[in-house]
Structures are given as C-alpha cells and as structure tokens.
C-alpha cells in the first residue's frame, strides 16, 4: 500500500496544530520551583518585563 499525500486542508491543520501546540508550551505559567523553569533571557520573559514598564509609567 503506497502513501498518500495529504491533501492541502489536511496538510494546513496539521500545521496549524503543531504550531498551536508550540504556541501553548510557549504561553503557559511555568510555577515556581519547576524543573522546565523559564529563563531571564526568553522572549516571554523579555515581553513580560516590557508590559510591566509600561503598566508603571500609565500609573
């Protein structure tokens, strides 16, 4: 039995999950003490502290 290719619709889900999956490992809260902590230097942490900055200043 010979593969089959997908066809486009189903090749952009798949896509489209795996990049969403991607997404939601990226955005979750990492607790405190956990082994997979965040880093100082990820662009999540990065846009975190930038936010802060500009909640302060609105205030």
């Known amino acids: 039995m010979g593969v089959t290719r997908l066809k486009r619709k189903d090749r ?3 896509t489209v999950s795996r ?3 991607q997404f939601l490992k990226l955005g979750r809260n990492i607790e405190t ?3 997979s902590k965040e880093s ?3 662009q999540l942490a990065k ?3 930038v936010l802060a900055q500009i909640e302060a200043q609105s205030k």
Do not use: Q
Request: charged letters at 25%; zero cysteines.
């Open 47 to 49: 846009n975190n502290a």
């Open 40 to 42: 100082a230097t990820s």
């Open 19 to 21: 990049l969403e999956v």
């Open 33 to 35: 003490g956990s082994r």
């Open 12 to 14: 952009r889900n798949k």
